[in-house]
């Protein structure tokens, strides 16, 4: 028992850290396309324009 547990427990805080890293990941807008894509990209994924104004976070 003491296993599946420990392997909950690690679940939970893997499933807390994804969760907390989705809501402050910052989003773009492509001014082109209007597609919205999280601000890793420097180029829109959908038609290839440059980064576009920032939208809130966590939508």
Known sequence: MGLFNALGR??????Q???NA???AETVQ???CDERFDSTHERC???GEETGESTESGE
């Open 30 to 32: 492509c001014p082109a």
């Open 17 to 19: 850290t994804a969760e």
């Open 45 to 47: 994924p959908e038609c």
């Open 22 to 24: 989705a809501e402050r």
């Open 10 to 15: 690690r679940v939970e805080e893997f499933k």
